[in-house]
């Protein structure tokens, strides 16, 4: 933050101190601007909102909506989407935002408000939900208004969108090594290949069921799906090893 805030002021002063507007006071301005664009401490509005979440499960997802929202203007406009997501989670993680009564991360509200940040932070990304039986065609910054499930899918959709970009410029997962765990999507949405020219649409219930055995060795994706259960009322538990 010491940097941060001296620089800043160091930015102000050359610039007052030019005669009239050339490039280098133009870039200066433009090293300002980006310096504020991610504040160094918590908002006080966000870490009210998350602490609703924790405390009134009813109004978890609508609260951790807003959370977001207002969390995301902390952004860093020239920051690509999962920095800026990781920047923010960190930011209030550190800060102990998501601990419950018991002084433990709620799993739950951590997890929705990073889905709603990562759907603000793509913005226009396209995305696909079914409802109904029909497909609502929409961007993640407007599915973030959507129900529960419907954004933990849009999501879904938005950051395999992102690393499928990643890998098309040379990042991401080389060929050969292990193999990460597939993202699960839900029963309500359907997948859609953003890297094809014509999107293609796949049933999201068949991907779902192929995977399901490989979810469920993964630590992070079993707890989610013990999460979505456990709201639901049901309990799994492993059967006991045959000897």
Not at 96 to 103: E, I, L, R, V
Not at 124 to 130: H, L
Not at 132 to 151: I, R
Request: charged share 25%; with cysteine; aromatic share 4%.
């Amino acid at each position: 933050m010491n940097t941060i805030n001296v620089s800043a002021k160091l930015a102000t002063k050359f610039l007052k101190a030019l005669p009239a507007p050339t490039a280098i006071g133009a870039a200066m301005k433009k090293a300002q601007k980006a310096e504020k664009a991610i504040v160094g401490h918590t908002d006080a509005d966000v870490l009210k909102k998350l602490a609703a979440a924790i405390t009134a499960a009813d109004t978890l997802v609508g609260a951790c909506r807003e959370a977001a929202k207002l969390a995301a203007k902390q952004f860093n406009p020239a920051a690509k989407p999962a920095e800026n997501v990781k920047a923010i989670m960190s930011l209030y993680t550190e800060a102990g935002a998501f601990h419950d009564a018991t002084g433990k991360d709620n799993a739950n509200v951590k997890s929705v408000f990073s889905d709603a940040l990562w759907l603000l932070a793509a913005n226009s990304v396209p995305v696909t939900i079914v409802k109904s039986g029909k497909e609502v065609h929409t961007t993640s910054g407007k599915a973030v208004d959507m129900p529960k499930h419907d954004l933990r899918a849009a999501a879904s959709q938005v950051r395999a969108a992102v690393s499928d970009k990643s890998r098309a410029k040379g990042g991401g997962r080389k060929p050969g090594g292990k193999v990460a765990s597939p993202t699960r999507p839900t029963a309500a949405s359907k997948v859609v290949d953003q890297s094809a020219s014509v999107p293609v649409v796949a049933d999201a219930e068949a991907v779902f069921l192929e995977n399901l055995a490989a979810y469920m060795t993964d630590v992070a994706m079993l707890a989610r799906i013990k999460t979505t259960l456990t709201e639901a009322g049901w309990r799994i538990s492993k059967a006991p090893t045959k000897k």
